[in-house]
């Protein structure tokens, strides 16, 4: 990685048709509308959560207060952008203010309540007799070889993160159609996940998907008894469905509470075996919650670089990247700007930022699909690593 080369600009919901541009007009008014039908409200919140929703766009960023001890994480943030219009900020720190507000207009920091729980709820509820097949093969695969158990919780891993209520175009199609444009050979994933003595998972989403990440986690300490699965959370509730400790406790309850769901009970109580006996350990960050990409101090301070890490989903790759507009076909490498050595990416792609892709396959995705860097249909899985003294590569 070279600092010579000009950067990318970020993504900016300022440029027309973007994604970014999108999610400002349409989605995040169709996000506060949610709340507003689901969360538990005091009359003087509603009542600006109603104001606010049809002039997000025009809205300018007021200092807000974060949580306990979490507001030097956002000084930069409001002594760059205080004033400015929502349209003018870079698209990863709008929706981090935007989930900040939200959370400051619903009273979260005084009472504790998570404005999206019944997104998280309602996404459980429906991926229930999914969870239950998976739960009997993952039992059933318990008697194959430690490895080829690995293997086929990673894949589920991947296809769980379909699950996110913050985009419902995505969620309401379901994963079955889902493909894997690109993947990492197993030996090399195998290398990351059970080279041990720990390796770090950066989760995304709730409830099934934070279940698959468990159950990840689960086949990795059974492979490999010595190492030791770190899985870190948000310390907040943001991008509405993204998993938070609560979530933890939350998804032991509505599992233990499915009579009907006999596999998933049982591996759930199996779960959470690893996770009282310090197997699994659970961790939360508030600079996740904070508009920091991994380059930034406070954030890549807590990554250590002989650590292998496994990303999860959208956010964390594009804290990754800066959520730049990086060609498609820029090396990882080049555009992953974080300092662990060692990283795994697992997503299906529901934003814009990506790079690392052969060219033979951009060309054919946009071929089939204008929309694939967004719509949820394709997932990818990309390793950066060391490759000799030239510094980090990323591989396919």
């Known amino acids: 990685m070279t600092s010579r080369r000009p950067l990318p600009p970020p993504l900016a919901p300022a440029v027309p048709g973007s994604f970014a541009q999108r999610t400002l007009r349409e989605r995040l008014p169709r996000i506060v509308g949610e709340v507003l039908e689901t969360a538990r409200l005091a009359p003087a919140a509603r009542a600006r959560l109603r104001r606010a929703r049809d002039r997000l766009p025009e809205a300018t960023v007021r200092r807000l207060a974060p949580g306990p001890g979490e507001g030097p994480l956002w000084d930069a943030?409001?002594?760059?952008?205080?004033?400015?219009?929502?349209?003018?900020?870079?698209?990863?720190?709008?929706?981090?203010?935007?989930?900040?507000?939200?959370?400051?207009?619903?009273?979260?920091?005084?009472?504790?309540?998570?404005?999206?729980?019944?997104?998280?709820?309602?996404?459980?509820?429906?991926?229930?007799?999914?969870?239950?097949?998976?739960?009997?093969?993952?039992?059933?695969?318990?008697?194959?070889?430690?490895?080829?158990?690995?293997?086929?919780?990673?894949?589920?891993?991947?296809?769980?993160?379909?699950?996110?209520?913050?985009?419902?175009?995505?969620?309401?199609?379901?994963?079955?159609?889902?493909?894997?444009?690109?993947?990492?050979?197993?030996?090399?994933?195998e290398g990351l996940l059970l080279g041990g003595p720990k390796v770090v998972f950066l989760a995304d989403n709730a409830m099934s998907e934070l279940w698959y990440d468990l159950v990840l986690a689960r086949s990795v300490v059974r492979a490999a008894p010595a190492i030791r699965v770190e899985l870190v959370l948000k310390r907040h509730p943001l991008f509405v469905s993204d998993a938070v400790p609560g979530d933890v406790e939350g998804l032991w309850e509505l599992a233990e509470a499915r009579r009907a769901a006999p596999g998933l009970r049982r591996l759930t109580r199996e779960l959470r075996a690893a996770v009282d006996e310090g197997r699994i350990a659970i961790r939360s960050?508030?600079?996740?919650?904070?508009?920091?990409?991994?380059?930034?101090?406070?954030?890549?301070?807590?990554?250590?670089?002989?650590?292998?890490?496994?990303?999860?989903?959208?956010?964390?790759?594009?804290?990754?990247?800066?959520?730049?507009?990086?060609?498609?076909?820029?090396?990882?490498?080049?555009?992953?700007?974080?300092?662990?050595?060692?990283?795994?990416?697992?997503?299906?792609?529901?934003?814009?930022?990506?790079?690392?892709?052969?060219?033979?396959?951009?060309?054919?995705?946009?071929?089939?699909?204008?929309?694939?860097?967004?719509?949820?249909?394709?997932?990818?899985?990309?390793?950066?690593?060391?490759?000799?003294?030239?510094?980090?590569?990323?591989?396919?």
């Open 77 to 189: 943030f409001f002594r760059t952008h205080a004033g400015r219009r929502l349209a003018e900020l870079p698209f990863f720190e709008l929706e981090a203010y935007f989930y900040l507000w939200v959370l400051t207009e619903t009273g979260y920091f005084e009472t504790g309540a998570d404005p999206f729980s019944a997104a998280k709820r309602n996404e459980f509820a429906a991926s229930v007799p999914s969870l239950e097949a998976a739960s009997r093969a993952t039992l059933q695969e318990d008697a194959l070889a430690p490895r080829r158990a690995v293997r086929r919780a990673l894949q589920r891993a991947v296809l769980g993160n379909h699950a996110d209520a913050s985009n419902p175009e995505v969620l309401g199609a379901g994963p079955g159609g889902l493909e894997l444009a690109q993947h990492v050979p197993w030996r090399r994933v």
């Open 285 to 396: 960050w508030s600079e996740l919650n904070a508009p920091l990409h991994f380059s930034a101090p406070e954030l890549s301070r807590r990554l250590d670089p002989d650590v292998p890490v496994v990303l999860m989903g959208d956010a964390n790759y594009r804290r990754a990247l800066e959520d730049r507009a990086w060609p498609p076909t820029t090396p990882l490498g080049l555009a992953c700007r974080m300092p662990a050595r060692r990283v795994l990416f697992l997503r299906v792609m529901k934003s814009e930022c990506v790079a690392g892709l052969p060219a033979p396959l951009v060309r054919r995705l946009e071929r089939a699909d204008r929309s694939w860097r967004t719509d949820g249909r394709y997932a990818i899985s990309q390793l950066l690593q060391p490759r000799g003294k030239g510094g980090p590569a990323g591989d396919g």
